[in-house]
């Protein structure tokens, strides 16, 4: 599985999960890329 992939799996699961909270998942990711 492509990181592209990973990620938009990652952000559809984590949005229906938390619903209305972008900026934190935003930067949760960018601290796993990073």
Do not use: C, W, Y
């Not at 949005?15 to 900026?23: A, I, N, Y």
């Amino acid at each position: 599985m492509r990181l592209s992939e990973a990620l938009r799996n990652f952000l559809f699961t984590s949005e229906s999960v938390t619903e209305g909270h972008p900026d934190k998942i935003a930067d949760q990711i960018s601290d796993a890329v990073l």
